[in-house]
C-alpha cells in the first residue's frame, strides 16, 4: 500500500488495485465554524481520484457535506457504518454521491479482487475500519479509542489481534477534542494545566492502543485543527506535539520489537511501511510545532463567536419561549431526582449587554426568566451564540457544535455539582435517544442490537471486572475530578507519569 497524509482523518490510500479515500474534511470550517482544518491539506483535489471513499463516524470533521459535495462529483462507492439511527444514511443517499453502503459491524466486503474493507463497531457512533489488500493490514482506528477507558480499549485491541494477529499499520487519534475539561472552569483550576494533562492521557492511550495490537508502524493522525476564537486559541498551544510521541512511546511503552512511530504531516507517504517525508511543512517546523504558521493560513478569525450577527433585543423574549419549550421536551430522557435543584444562567455572547436567562427547574417544570444579571443561586453559567443554540436545539446532532465544537463556555459555580452543571448543557441539545428509535425501528434496533451483541457483551463483562478490581482510568474519562485543579491527584488516580518537561519545574 501506499498512503498519502493528507489533513486530520483523511487518507488517500492506493492499494494497487483501487484508490480509497478516508475520512474527508478540507473544505471549510466544522461545528458552526469553530474546527478549522491545521495545517491545510496538501494535494488535497488528489482525493477526487478516489472511487471508494469510507467514513467512520458521522462527526463533522469526518462526514463533511461540502468537501464530499465537492470530491464526488463523478460517483463514487461510500462505505457508512450500520448505526440504530437511520436519518444519517438516508440524508448520505439524498447527496448523490454514488453508491451508499452501509457496513455492517465485522463483516468483509470486496472491494476488488485483492482489496477487503472491514467495519468494527465501536463505543459511541465510532467505527474502527480495517483494510486488507495485497497481503497488508491497515488498521484506522482513529477516534474510536483514544478518549476511551482502559477496560474498552483493550477489548478492542484483543479482538483485533485475534481477528488480524499481524497488523502492518495503525494510524490512531491522539488529542484534540477536549470539551470536557477544556470549555469548563472553575475556581482553583488550572486551565491549561488540566488541559495539557487531558491530553497527556489521549497519547498514553494513543500509545497502549499500540502496544497492543503491534504494528510495524503506526501513526498518531486525526487531531488537524484549530480554534481561532482569541480565548480559546491557548486550546492550541497546549496540545501535544506529534514529534515527541515516538519518543514517549519509548520510554514508558518500550521493550523489544518497537513498532516504528512516525510524526506525519499533510503530503507525507507511507509506502510499505517506510516513511516518505515530502511534506513541505517539514520544513517550516519550530521546536517540533507549526502553531506559528496558524495566522498566516488564517489570517482572519473563524469561529462561532465571530460569525455571530448580533440580534435584537426584542429576540430575547421569543427565546425565552423556544427555551422553555426545548427544555420542556427534554425532561422525558432525564430521572426527576436528577433535575432536583438544577440552575443555571445562559446568554448569548453577541447580546451579552442585553442580559442572561434564568433557567429553574421547580421540581414540576422548568421556568426561564430575563435578568440583568445572572441569578446568585445559579450552580453554572453558560454563554454560546444564538446561531449555536439554533444548530443545536433544532437538530438531532446539532449539539455537537456546542460541545464538541467548544462553542460555548461554561464557569461551574458550584463543583460540588459539576455533573449537574454538564446536565445543563446536555439539556441544550436535542440528541435522538436510542430508545425512542427502538420504538420507531424496531427491526433496524434488533438488526444492530444483534450485530453489536459480541463486542457489547465483552465490553460489559471487561468493564465491570475492572471496576471491580479498581483498576486504573476506569470511570476517569468523564470524572468531575478534572475541575478540582489537582493535577497530581489526577495523575496518581490515571497512572500517568510525569513529563520531562514538568519534572525540571
Known sequence: MKIAYVSHACLLIDTGTTLIATDPWFDGPA???????????????????????????????????????????????VFYPFYWYPETIAWLR?????????????????IDCDTCVTFIGAPGQNSIIVIEAGGEVLVNVNDALHSEANSIIDVYVRHLKRRWPRIDTVF??????????????AAGKDDEAIARLREQLFIHNFCRIVQGLEPRTAVPFAADFVLLSPHQRWINEVRFGREEIPAYFRKH????????????????FLT??????????????????LDHLIDAQYPEEVSAFRSADRATVTSLDRWTSRLTAHLESQVKFHPLRALDGLHFSLRFRELSDAGWFDVQWTGARFVVTISKARSPLSMATIETTTSVLETSIENDWGGDALMIGYACDINVLDVRNSGKTRMCVSLL???????????RYPLRTLDYL??????????????????????????????????TGDVKAIRKALRLPILDS????
Open 253 to 268: 511503552f518500550g521493550g523489544q520489537g518497537q513498532p516504528a512511530i512516525y510524526a506525519m504531516y499533510p503530503g507525507d
Open 272 to 289: 510499505n511501511g517506510r516513511l516518505e517525508p515530502s511534506s513541505p511543512y517539514r520544513s517550516q517546523l519550530q521546536n517540533g510545532r
Open 502 to 505: 514538568e519534572s525540571t519545574v
Open 450 to 483: 444483534h450485530q453489536s451483541a459480541p463486542m457489547l457483551l465483552a465490553r460489559t463483562k471487561h468493564t465491570v471486572r475492572s471496576r471491580l478490581l479498581r483498576k486504573a482510568n476506569e470511570n476517569l474519562i468523564a470524572s468531575p475530578h478534572w475541575l
Open 172 to 185: 490512531c487519534g491522539f488529542g484534540g477534542a477536549s470539551y470536557y475539561p477544556n470549555a469548563l472552569h
Open 94 to 110: 439524498s447527496l448523490e454521491l454514488g453508491e451508499i453502503s452501509e457496513a455492517r459491524s465485522g463483516k468483509a466486503y470486496r
Open 31 to 77: 461545528f458552526c465554524d469553530q474546527w478549522n482544518v491545521f495545517p491545510k491539506p496538501v494535494n488535497s483535489e488528489a482525493v477526487a481520484d478516489a472511487s471508494v471513499f469510507l467514513i467512520s463516524h458521522p462527526h463533522e470533521d469526518h462526514l463533511h457535506e461540502p468537501t464530499l459535495r465537492r470530491l464526488c462529483s463523478t460517483p463514487k462507492r
Open 429 to 439: 441539545t436535542r440528541y435522538p435517544r436510542p430508545k425512542s428509535y427502538a420504538f
